[in-house]
């Protein structure tokens, strides 16, 4: 086994965990806690995601550190996970799960899908401040 599949693993089980999603800086996604987020206006990321999805896996704790800069810390994050409620997802414009959403100021910015690049991931973020 390579060191790469050890520590995805690794990493999933940790987000699957319910000590660390305790300590998660996302909450879990409702259309009406997105609705009191975007007219509040701040930023706002959406994350969908699958606990199966290994691009997930890679994408969840880039996020989650990227999160907790200061640069970044008017965020509000939301999870919605696609196998619980793929048609909500569809609503929201994602194709598939490892899709990001990032809404300012009451409105959908920026969308992503698949992308693991932290540089990437950074410079999306951005775009709701």
Do not use: H
Not at 65 to 92: H, I, N, V
């Amino acid at each position: 086994m390579t060191l790469r599949l050890v520590l995805s693993m690794v990493v999933v089980a940790m987000l699957a965990s319910p000590l660390a999603l305790a300590d998660s800086k996302f909450e879990p996604y409702s259309d009406e806690r997105l609705q009191e987020l975007n007219e509040r206006g701040g930023p706002v990321l959406v994350e969908v995601w699958a606990e199966w999805c290994s691009t997930c896996a890679r994408q969840s704790p880039i996020l989650e550190s990227l999160l907790g800069e200061d640069e970044f810390s008017d965020y509000t994050a939301l999870k919605l996970d696609w196998d619980e409620d793929e048609a909500r997802a569809r609503e929201l414009g994602a194709p598939r799960q490892s899709t990001l959403l990032v809404y300012a100021a009451g409105e959908k910015k920026r969308m992503s899908v698949a992308e693991t690049n932290e540089d990437a991931l950074r410079e999306l973020l951005r775009q709701g401040l």
